[in-house]
Each structure stands twice: as structure tokens, then as C-alpha cells.
């Protein structure tokens, strides 16, 4: 119908239309490059990981890292996934948190800024450059570890 008729129809304008969808976020360069560190020191250390895990099929909460043999959950702070360096949506991402803990997840946060507050009450925040000696230590502490299968009566 053409617009102009409309309007002498029903004495209204024709509703413009919306987009249906959102784009996806964005991400910015320091993401990037924390993301593609990440995803190479877990490479070089042959640690099972998954990229953008999404823990909840019902709901749009993902995770950069899942390192599968560990069940720890790894965000890069001020991803697209993440609400971002300065936590604009803090209670969006604590319910995330909590869910994922209730499920017997680690989750731990990767700093890609200088500085940095950290949360006492929330996970464990490292800085991004100092992620692969992380990863070195998490792999060493398994290898120390005693055998769970081998009682030791």
C-alpha cells in the first residue's frame, strides 16, 4: 500500500522499521592480541581448549577459554563477551560467574590493560603477559600431582 494512502486510510504514519538482530560486539586490538597469545601458549603446551565456549545453551554467555582437562574458564577482559574493561553490565556477568561456578567451573579473568582494579570477591585476574608462564605452572602443577587412579595404601 502505497504511504500516502495510508496515512488518508488511517491517519498514521507507516511504523519505520527496525533492524530484528544486533550486530555482534566488537573487539578491540589488545583483545586481539591477548586472545591470539593465549590461543598459541595453549598450542605450544598442548592444553585441550575450546575458543568462545558457550557453557548455557540457553543463553548468550561465552567464555573465550574452556581448557577441557582443567574445567577452567578463561575471559579476556574487555572482549565482546565479556561487558567490557570498566563492567558496565557487573550484575550480567556475576550471574554468569555464579552459574558457572554452580556448575564446577574456574573461571579466570585475563587483564589485557596496563592497570587494572581487581575484584577481591570475584575470579582470579592475571595480566595478560604474564598468561603463559600461568599456563607453564598449571601444566607443571598436574605433572606433581599424584596418580588419583593409584590408591596410596
Request: proline share 4%.
Amino acid at each position: 500500500m502505497d504511504t500516502i494512502k495510508y496515512f488518508e486510510l488511517t491517519r498514521k504514519r507507516e511504523q519505520k522499521k527496525k533492524p530484528r538482530n544486533k550486530p555482534l560486539p566488537k573487539a578491540n586490538e589488545k583483545y586481539l592480541e591477548a586472545f591470539e597469545d593465549m590461543e598459541r601458549a595453549l598450542k605450544i603446551l598442548e592444553i585441550k581448549y575450546e575458543t568462545l565456549f558457550q557453557f548455557k545453551s540457553t543463553k548468550h554467555w561465552r567464555f573465550d577459554f574452556h581448557l577441557i582437562e582443567y574445567r577452567i574458564l578463561v575471559e579476556i577482559a574487555g572482549g565482546p563477551w565479556s561487558a567490557g574493561r570498566k563492567r558496565k553490565c557487573f550484575s550480567h556477568d556475576a550471574d554468569r560467574e555464579y552459574t558457572a561456578y554452580e556448575m564446577g567451573f574456574t573461571i579466570v579473568r585475563l587483564e589485557s590493560a596496563a592497570r587494572f582494579k581487581i575484584n577481591e570477591a570475584g575470579p582470579l585476574h592475571i595480566q595478560a603477559s604474564f598468561a603463559q608462564q600461568w599456563l607453564k605452572n598449571l601444566k607443571r602443577h598436574t605433572f606433581n600431582e599424584p596418580n588419583q587412579t593409584i590408591s596410596t595404601d
